[in-house]
């Protein structure tokens, strides 16, 4: 089977080598990918926007493709699973990702927290605020407790959240949001919401609309700056498993928020076939101590970077597995998981999540050896040389039987690779290490 990838990032990387590796897929062509992707055995990287559905419907139609897996949100936000639901030459084709309907709970802060409140699952306290009722948002921020946190509604890149510490600063960037249109149409609404104290991890879930299956868990660390401090970003590396997610925490996630989440689209007839993200905060019973989950956000696709450690330890076969999303069977799915530990640490341009510079030239990935380099933000020269082309431009994973040992042999390897501005925070994965000593 001809399979199409849309996407361009270290998320796609990650995702071509796996269905690569399935004997169902016959050529996988990824719309448009990077200098990673062009490597993959059985790739083909097609200069296609994910969004330009037109130019989608023609090029599937063509190459005969039997199965789109949508990467990104744009594309989702945007109705590509609607496009080919409503088309009769496209219908008969797979699409890994939910319709516009279902791609609200990350399109909207404010829809997510909606569908939360009516379906009981456990969140923070909140409300919505507009440039109408500005005045009511700054009085809510003065009810609360620093931090604040401020959410743009819409999708803003992954860095439209701001946890601040200072009141005046909360005040002056809930104005610049909602007023100076900080973060464009994505602020016309913005969420402010209580601080959750805790820890936060990443639970991805796959479903058919009515049955699913819990893939790995996984914590990501979005900070730019080492200690967590700085800009938010995309992502600065990820580690999976998270130790404290065990069967009796994972029970809690289960029975609390995944179940309910599916259920709640069923109910509210919302056609659902693919990837929720649940972003997780774990946070202490001021009593018992007991960890207890809390939803911090909703996505509708694999994060990024969790996906570079999430991926390499899934040992099914993924054209399989997502063959059974499409036929509603996905019950009938054994998910096999590497007991391993994975690490993964992102390679940034210098200036990054700021003004940065493309077009440096990248050394050493080939002199990486027993680790995984993704390629996020890249591609070649006319003379054939790896260029930056992106903020977050390489990540490095690494596989071990603990945590340490897998950080240790990211970190060592990811030393051979070198470019003007090369920049990488040290401390990934520390902060589980500390609670898995204590």
């Not at 990287?45 to 559905?53: A, C, E, G, L, S």
């Not at 199965?67 to 084709?93: K, Q, T, W, Y």
Request: proline residues 4%.
């Amino acid at each position: 089977m001809n399979i199409v990838l849309l996407g361009s990032g270290g998320r796609e990387h990650a995702m071509a080598c796996k269905i690569a590796e399935s004997d169902r897929c016959t050529t996988l062509f990824v719309a448009p990918g990077n200098a990673g992707t062009a490597g993959v055995d059985k790739c083909r990287n097609v200069d296609i926007n994910p969004t330009d559905f037109d130019a989608l419907r023609s090029f599937v139609l063509k190459e005969n493709v039997g199965m789109v897996v949508v990467g990104p949100e744009a594309p989702l936000v945007a109705g590509v699973a609607d496009f080919f639901a409503s088309d009769s030459a496209l219908r008969h084709i797979t699409v890994i990702g939910p319709g516009k309907a279902g791609a609200r709970l990350e399109g909207s802060k404010d829809y997510a927290k909606g569908f939360m409140a009516r379906h009981g699952v456990p969140t923070a306290a909140h409300r919505t605020f507009t440039l109408g009722t500005l005045d009511e948002g700054l009085a809510f921020l003065r009810s609360l407790k620093p931090p604040y946190v401020l959410k743009a509604d819409g999708l803003a890149a992954g860095k439209g959240v701001l946890i601040l510490d200072d009141l005046a600063e909360a005040e002056a960037q809930l104005r610049e949001m909602l007023a100076g249109g900080k973060f464009g149409e994505a602020s016309e609404k913005v969420v402010v919401e209580e601080f959750l104290r805790g820890i936060e991890l990443s639970v991805f879930v796959l479903t058919d609309g009515r049955h699913y299956k819990i893939l790995p868990t996984a914590k990501d660390y979005k900070r730019i700056g080492e200690g967590d401090t700085g800009l938010n970003t995309g992502g600065m590396g990820s580690v999976s498993p998270v130790h404290f997610a065990d069967k009796a925490f994972m029970r809690k996630v289960e029975e609390r928020i995944v179940s309910p989440t599916v259920k709640g689209l069923h109910q509210e007839g919302i056609p659902y076939k693919g990837f929720i993200f649940i972003g997780l905060m774990a946070v202490a019973d001021e009593e018992t101590g007991e960890l207890n989950p809390y939803v911090i956000e909703y996505n509708v696709r694999m994060g990024d970077p969790e996906t570079e450690s999430v991926f390499p330890r899934i040992k099914s076969d993924m054209v399989d597995v997502f063959e059974h999303v499409g036929r509603d069977t996905l019950h009938q799915v054994t998910l096999d998981v590497d007991s391993r530990s994975a690490v993964c640490v992102m390679l940034t341009a210098q200036g990054y999540p700021e003004h940065y510079e493309k077009g440096k030239v990248i050394t050493g990935v080939e002199d990486v050896q027993d680790c995984t380099v993704f390629h996020a933000g890249t591609r070649r020269g006319d003379d054939g040389s790896l260029l930056t082309a992106g903020g977050r431009v390489l990540c490095v994973t690494a596989m071990a039987d603990t945590v340490p040992a897998a950080l240790l042999k990211s970190y060592q390897e990811l030393e051979k690779i070198k470019w003007e501005g090369c920049y990488f925070r040290r401390d990934i994965g520390q902060d589980l290490l500390k609670m898995m000593i204590s």
